[in-house]
């Protein structure tokens, strides 16, 4: 199980990085952002008119949702009993829901604008 974590670990660290060699190859291209999951597609591209402090502070975001995330994925993976278990679920799931809801409400256009 600690293998499970550290390659988890590892994967969450190495992502942003990808993700930002991701945006600016497309960033190059010009090319329409068809297909992609909401992280990438906003990614560091969303990020252009912010200052360093303001971006600073959306990774803060970021990561506190990420570390919330995860120490509720680790309390539903401990948990024994299945209605608590259930309901810790449910709590995540808000949380996505919510999380979810805050980046379409930041995102610069609707995805019919994009589309056109």
């Known amino acids: 199980m600690k293998h499970l974590y550290k390659s988890t ?3 969450l660290l190495l992502l942003p990085l990808s ?3 991701f945006a600016a190859d497309t960033q ?3 090319e329409p952002m068809k ?4 992280h990438q597609g906003m990614g ?3 990020m252009g008119g912010m200052t360093e402090e303001q971006k600073d502070q959306h990774m803060r975001a970021m990561q506190e949702h990420m570390l919330m995330m995860h120490d ?3 309390q539903i993976l401990a948990e024994k009993d299945p209605a608590k278990k259930e309901a810790l679920k449910k709590q995540q799931l808000q949380l996505m829901k919510t999380h979810h809801e805050q ?3 930041h995102r610069p256009h609707t995805m019919q604008e994009h589309n056109q």
């Open 103 to 105: 980046m379409m409400e």
């Open 44 to 46: 560091m591209m969303g």
């Open 28 to 30: 190059k291209t010009d």
């Open 9 to 11: 670990a590892a994967f």
């Open 19 to 21: 993700t930002m060699s």
């Open 72 to 74: 509720l994925s680790n």
């Open 35 to 38: 297909g992609m999951g909401m």
